[in-house]
């Protein structure tokens, strides 16, 4: 298992990734920190983990930064470990996925999309928890009231991920 710092602007995004055959496979992305917090942490949650920064193959790493600065790029999911989610969890994430870039989705909403109308509670828990922000956009759900709800970033990121890719909000 390795880990790499992605420089994005003034920011640092924390990526731990593996390999899946001969391919790399994603495991968890960490919101923006100084360097140091994000390597303490990635070290903490993941002690089996090469010490030692290693790049992500298949240019990754290039696509998380545009698409943290709210460009139009795209991760295959099969880059990602799904496998430790829940079978509702996956289905949300990946429902999340179909958001388009400059647009935003209820929680209430993408509950009924998956066939569980009355789990936006659920599904905002499944947003807290996603292991890939930016690459799963949960930035994109927001309260059915229009307000932004919660994200693990801060409100302040949600709102300026949000702006970088030109979505509108009535709030």
């Known amino acids: 298992m390795f880990y790499q710092i992605i420089k994005v602007g003034k920011e640092e995004v924390g990526l731990v990734w593996d390999c899946a055959g001969k391919k790399p496979c994603v495991e968890y992305i960490y919101l923006p920190n100084p360097k140091r917090k994000l390597k303490e942490r990635i070290i903490k949650d993941y002690p089996e983990i090469n010490k030692i ?3 992500i193959t298949g240019g990754i790493d290039d696509r ?3 698409l943290y600065f709210g ?3 795209q991760v295959d999911l ?3 470990n799904l496998s430790r989610l829940t079978g ?3 289905k949300v994430l990946k429902q999340a996925c179909k958001i388009p ?3 935003v989705a ?3 909403g993408l509950a009924a999309k998956i066939g569980k109308p009355g789990a936006a509670r659920a599904v905002g828990t499944v947003m807290a928890n996603n292991p890939f922000p930016i690459i799963i956009p949960c930035h994109r759900v927001i309260r059915a009231d229009g307000t932004l709800g919660g994200f693990g970033g801060g409100l302040k990121m949600k709102r300026e991920l949000l702006d970088k890719e030109g ?3 009535n709030i």
Do not use: D, E, N, Q
Request: aromatic letters at 12%.
């Open 53 to 55: 920064p290693r790049r």
């Open 64 to 66: 998380i930064a545009k």
């Open 71 to 73: 460009k139009k790029a």
């Open 78 to 80: 099969s880059y990602l």
């Open 88 to 90: 509702f969890s996956a």
């Open 101 to 103: 870039r400059g647009k």
């Open 106 to 108: 209820t929680y209430s």
């Open 167 to 169: 979505a509108v909000l």
